[in-house]
């Protein structure tokens, strides 16, 4: 069953909070599985503004992997806890986000065990991937 979260949801899920907060809204989430997360790049985020006018590219890593956060830690088994980033594998930036545009964040969660898991993710603006790496998470 998929499922739509707004910022006050997300953020019930994981700790991130502005600035540091970089999913606008969750379109589709099926719990320990995948979710799909928009971001609105804007001129008034400083570090757009300090990236020249480019959205940085680490930080849409970072969107990508509070993506898959919010589909592992909606698990019951882990609801509370936190997921911190342990790795990137396989990551390539193929493109730019710049203000206007709108980043459709994907991740999903191909393998958990115990406390670790796994998830390919990409990101895209206007149906093109500008980033897609995978991801692994722990979680405490």
């Known amino acids: 069953m998929s499922q739509e979260l707004g910022t006050i949801e997300i953020q019930k899920i994981i700790p991130h909070r502005y600035p ?5 809204k969750v379109t589709s989430l099926e719990i320990g599985k995948n979710a799909r997360a928009l ?10 503004q300090a990236n020249h006018g480019r959205f940085p590219l680490p930080l849409v890593i970072e969107a990508m992997a509070q993506t898959g956060a919010v589909a592992l830690l909606s698990k ?4 509370g806890k936190i997921a911190y980033f342990g790795g990137i594998q ?12 709108q980043l459709i964040l994907e991740t ?20 093109k991937i500008i980033a897609k790496a995978e991801l692994t998470f722990m979680i405490d």
Request: charged letters at 25%.
């Open 20 to 24: 540091m907060l970089l999913i606008d």
């Open 39 to 48: 971001h609105n790049v804007s001129i008034n985020e400083e570090v757009v």
């Open 76 to 79: 019951d088994e882990f609801k």
């Open 90 to 101: 396989k990551a390539e930036f193929l493109g730019q986000a710049y203000p206007g545009d």
């Open 108 to 127: 999903e969660l191909t393998k958990i065990k115990g406390n670790i898991g796994v998830g390919q993710a990409y990101a895209s603006v206007d149906d």
